[in-house]
């Protein structure tokens, strides 16, 4: 025969595990949910983007050209600026490597225009 006591801590470790099954089973839920959401954005971005007009199909202008430290090459070297893109919440250009031997693509950090400091 159990006491009161081992049938309160029983019923106890009963409710902790259920609780533990329900969270487990509605994060799996969420998990997947979530990557439904994912893939489906996923492709429709891709969908997009293989269906936009191409807004310059020409290459840039020899200004997007600088010198710069290509990491394959290991030294200075002329890049031309590809695009910019925002990675977590950061801009970054896209250089790529114009030796013919190289084309290698990589993203640096852009420059942000720096404010003059406040005089007080």
Do not use: F
């Amino acid at each position: 025969m159990t006491s009161h006591v081992e049938q309160a801590i029983a019923a106890r470790i009963a409710r902790v595990r259920a609780e533990e099954e329900r969270k487990r089973k509605q994060r799996e839920e969420l998990a997947a949910a979530r990557a439904a959401g994912v893939g489906r954005r996923h492709a429709q971005k891709l969908y997009r983007q293989a269906h936009a007009q191409s807004q310059t199909p020409e290459d840039p202008m020899p200004a997007a050209l600088r010198s710069i430290h290509c990491p394959a090459c290991r030294c200075e070297r002329v890049a031309r600026l590809v695009a910019t893109v925002v990675v977590s919440r950061n801009p970054h250009n896209v250089m790529h490597c114009t030796a013919d031997d190289c084309g290698l693509q990589w993203l640096v950090r852009a420059e942000r225009p720096r404010t003059a400091p406040v005089a007080a």
